[in-house]
């Protein structure tokens, strides 16, 4: 029998029972922030559910001060024996047979909020943030887009996850406004730099992975392992402004096209409730060196969507069809790859997938692909796009089909602002 909530949930819900995604609230505005689980249109308040001694597994019996937390990073420190525990008391706690919070009209009240009502925050304090290459197509297209056809990925593509450090301090909330940057971009023949408000704004279709317990300093984690070291995942979209980027990027990659703002979704869905969804990866030639080589090599299914509602439009249009099958280094060779030097990841630190395409090219993950820098403009609701403008919105979903249910990710919002004067 599925397992069904006593909590009303919509078939086209991103949140049943069988999700049941993290993140953190705020049921009013002067309230602290608190962690929760979004159930239908509902969010679990798991203070309150601590606070009722609910969480009497034990592990969290004596560790559930972590949902008294403005975030979760305690909670994904506790580790996937944690995760678990918790994830099973709250399947059982919010299932259409048990008495203990369903019929219990006090309780209900004070830890079921309607999400209309709330505010979400970002749900982890992130400390460090990484985003990697691993999409071949995406690799392919860039290279050829700014090299040529002729060698367009590099060979050291093919032996290890590509990836650069980003910028913590700029990820924000879906439904945060982008404002546009302003920066330099090539000259004009024997022209100073080209200075100004970007000229080539871009979105980038991507998850990002969330870490939980970390490791220490100078010892790497093991590559088939390397999954009790990731919570789960959320939608990212890693705003690019290309012009500075193609300017700034020899010899030492992205820096000031990138670090502007990172959008991620709040909702945080575990490896658990993405297990049943699980696929292999595609097969990697050359084969990986052996701290590289997994047993298990697996991806998700997860099917992915991008809209961009024009500036001054009501409607918004389909640009980007893809799935996050389509990434070619997997998200534990990431992790393995990270820490092979000795780096210590850390609970809370992001690890974006990269731009994530397929091989056609309505499911390119972004602008730059779509229009091919710009020479084969979108056409958008009477209106055309060769990057985004002023007033654009860009709106990221994904989700897995089930048999009967959906787990999804809610989407990952974000509206472009003129640049500053």
Partial sequence: MALKSFIEVRPDSHFPIQNLPYGVFKPSPNSPPRPAVAIGDYVLDLSEIASAGLFDGPILKNSSDCFHEPNLNKFLALGRPAWKEARTTLQKLLSSTEPTLRDNADLRRKSLVPMENVEVLLPIAIGDYTDFFSSMNHAKNCGTIFRGPQNPIPANWFHLPIAYHGRASSIVISGTDIIRPRGQGHPAGNSPPYFGPSLKLDYEMEMAAVVGPGNELGKPVDVNQ??????????????????????????????????FGTTISPWIVTLEALEPFSCDAPKQEPQPLPYLAEKISKNYDISLEVKIKPAGQKDSSVITKTNFNHLYWTLTQQVAHHTINGCNLRPGDLLGTGTISGPEPESFGCLLELT??????????????????????????????????????????????????
Wanted: proline share 6%.
């Fill in 226 to 259: 390397a999954a009790d070291h990731i919570f789960g995942l959320v939608l990212m979209n890693d705003w690019s402004a290309r012009d500075i980027q193609a300017w700034e990027y020899v010899p030492l990659g992205p820096f000031l096209g990138k670090n």
């Fill in 372 to 421: 091919w820098n710009g020479q084969k403009p979108l056409s958008l609701n009477g209106t055309t796009r060769k990057f985004l403008e002023d007033g654009d919105e860009v709106i990221i979903t994904g989700s897995c089909k089930g048999d009967g249910y959906t787990v999804g990710f809610g989407t990952c919002e974000g509206k472009i602002l003129p640049s500053l004067p």
